[in-house]
C-alpha cells in the first residue's frame, strides 16, 4: 500500500515568488493534515481535513498560506508571496476515518522549501 | 510555558545502556498520547501509543501519568539503530483534533 506522497521533495525559490506543496494521503484515509517544521523549532501543527472541509485551519501562520483539498482527495497548500522565515520542512500526514485523537498518523516524507 | 516539554538532550550512551526520555504536557484534557522517531531529515514514524496502564514493545516500554501530566520512554539494550531523535505527541481536541509535538530529544548510541 502506498503511503503519504508529497510533492516536491525539495524547493528552492525567490523571496516573493509562489510555491506550491501536494500531498497525496494513503487512500481511504479521510483525515490529512499538514505540518511545518522551521529550522530548530519543533514540529507545528497547521491544519486538518476531514475529507474536503477544513476541520481545524488554528495553526495557519498568515493569510499567504492557503490549503485545499478539493474532492476529498489530495491536498494542496500554497504560499503566496513565500518569505524567508517559510523556510523548513512541511510535512503532510493522514489517518483513517472515525476519532481522530485515537487513531495513528502516517507523515509523508515532507517538502523542503528554502526561500531565498 | 511550551505545550509539551521534552529534554533536547543530546544524551550519549553506548551499546546495551538502558536510556530513559521525559515528556511533560500542559494540557489536561489532552487525549492521547504517543512516542514517534524521526531520523535525520527523514519523516517522524509512530513508535509507541501509550497506554495510562503502561505499555511496552519489545526493548521499548512507555508510561503515562495523568496526574502529573507526564509521559516516558525507556529504551533498554540500546542498538546503535536507536539512534535518532524521539518526538513526545499528544493529541486533544473535541470534534477535530489537534497534535502537539515536542521538540524531540537526541539520542546517539555509540559501539
Known amino acids: 500500500e502506498a503511503g503519504v506522497t508529497q510533492f516536491p521533495s525539495h524547493s528552492v525559490i525567490e523571496k516573493g515568488q509562489t510555491v506550491t506543496l501536494r500531498c497525496d494521503p494513503i487512500?481511504?484515509?479521510?483525515?490529512l493534515y499538514w505540518y511545518r517544521r522551521v529550522m530548530g523549532k519543533e514540529i507545528k501543527f497547521l491544519l486538518h481535513f476531514v475529507k474536503e472541509s477544513k476541520q481545524d485551519e488554528s495553526g495557519m501562520p498568515n493569510n499567504r498560506f492557503l490549503a485545499e483539498r478539493t474532492g476529498g482527495t489530495y491536498s494542496t497548500l500554497k504560499v503566496q508571496p513565500a518569505e524567508l522565515e517559510d523556510s523548513g520542512v512541511y510535512f503532510c500526514?493522514?489517518?483513517?476515518?472515525?476519532?481522530?485523537?485515537?487513531?495513528?498518523?502516517?507523515f509523508g516524507e515532507g517538502s523542503w522549501l528554502t526561500v531565498v | 510555558r511550551k505545550e509539551v516539554e521534552q529534554d533536547p538532550g543530546p544524551f550519549n550512551v553506548p551499546e546495551g545502556a538502558t536510556v530513559a526520555f521525559n515528556c511533560t504536557y500542559s494540557n489536561s484534557a489532552s487525549q492521547s498520547f504517543f512516542w514517534y522517531r524521526q531520523d535525520c531529515r527523514k519523516e517522524p514514524k509512530l513508535l509507541m501509543s501509550v497506554y495510562s496502564s503502561g505499555n511496552e514493545d519489545g526493548r521499548f516500554t512507555a508510561q503515562l501519568n495523568r496526574a502529573s501530566q507526564y509521559i516516558s520512554l525507556l529504551i533498554r539494550d540500546s542498538k546503535l539503530s536507536d539512534s535518532a531523535t524521539y518526538l513526545c505527541?499528544?493529541?486533544?481536541?473535541?470534534?477535530?483534533?489537534?497534535?502537539?509535538f515536542g521538540a524531540g530529544t537526541r539520542l546517539f548510541v555509540k559501539a
Open positions: 500526514a493522514s489517518s483513517p476515518t472515525g476519532q481522530g485523537w485515537g487513531n495513528t498518523i502516517y
Open positions: 505527541v499528544v493529541n486533544y481536541g473535541t470534534g477535530g483534533f489537534k497534535t502537539i
Open positions: 487512500s481511504g484515509h479521510d483525515n
